[in-house]
């Protein structure tokens, strides 16, 4: 079992920037692929970002490519999304999540969710 808290979220400016922290429980924390996803309201969940256990391999939606960077910290039990040039697009509820096997780009391929978070860009 993992368990995923979320924090980090609020309100900015276009053009700001936000660091995301998915803090992670759980001994086999260091096993799983973790990716975020977000949902802006009326709008399908997404693929942001994804790192794979190690932190060897990431992965970005097109849409935050060169904006957002995803890294690790297995000692700590926690994942960061660093937010940088952020849009109003960028508005949504950001979850954290985390696969047991790869990246998971999908949401059916995911093992478990945080609550998210939320972010709000204005313009």
């Known amino acids: 079992q993992v368990q995923l808290v979320e924090s980090g979220g609020g309100l900015v400016q276009a053009g700001g920037s936000l660091r995301l922290s998915c803090a992670a429980s759980?001994?086999?924390?260091?096993?799983?692929?973790i990716s975020w996803f977000r949902q802006a309201p009326g709008k399908e969940r997404e693929f942001v970002a994804g790192?794979?256990?190690?932190?060897?391999?990431?992965y970005y939606a097109d849409s935050v490519k060169g904006r957002f960077t995803i890294s690790r910290d297995n000692a700590k039990n926690t994942v960061y999304l660093q937010m940088n040039s952020l849009k109003p697009e960028d508005t949504a509820v950001y979850y954290c999540?985390?696969?047991?096997?790869?990246?998971?780009?999908?949401?059916?391929?995911?093992?478990?969710w945080g609550q998210g978070t939320q972010v709000t860009v204005s313009s």
């Open positions: 790192i794979s256990w190690s932190g060897g391999t990431t």
């Open positions: 759980g001994r086999t924390f260091s096993s799983y692929a």
């Open positions: 999540t985390a696969a047991s096997r790869i990246i998971a780009t999908m949401t059916d391929g995911v093992d478990y």
